[in-house]
């Protein structure tokens, strides 16, 4: 499985790695339109400035996108799960 993330924090990142192993990590939120057209599966951290501006557009590559976010930042994690990502409370 081919995976694309873009998770800033380390211990994020750690946890992602360890789980997925070959994961790919991009450094900017519009560095994941490109990248996830070649991927399966692209993580996202929903808490980070840009990524919902680009989100709509990752998903039209057609990767399973699953975001994740701060449990009580429900307006995130519903505009997330607007434009087609599978969003998540931490």
């Known amino acids: 499985m081919t995976v694309v993330a873009y998770v800033p924090d380390l211990m994020d990142r750690s946890k992602l790695a360890a789980a997925a192993p070959g994961v790919t990590f991009v ?3 519009a560095a994941l339109v490109p990248a996830a ?3 399966e ?3 996202v951290d929903l808490d980070r400035p ?3 501006d ?3 557009d990752v998903v039209a590559t057609g990767a399973r ?3 994740f976010a701060a449990h009580v930042d429900a307006s ?3 505009a997330a799960t607007a434009r087609g990502c599978q ?3 931490r």
């Open 87 to 89: 969003a998540m409370p």
């Open 65 to 67: 996108v699953v975001g």
């Open 54 to 56: 680009v989100l709509a």
């Open 50 to 52: 840009g990524v919902l």
């Open 76 to 78: 995130t994690l519903e």
């Open 27 to 29: 450094g900017r939120p």
């Open 41 to 43: 599966v692209v993580v």
């Open 37 to 39: 057209s070649e991927a």
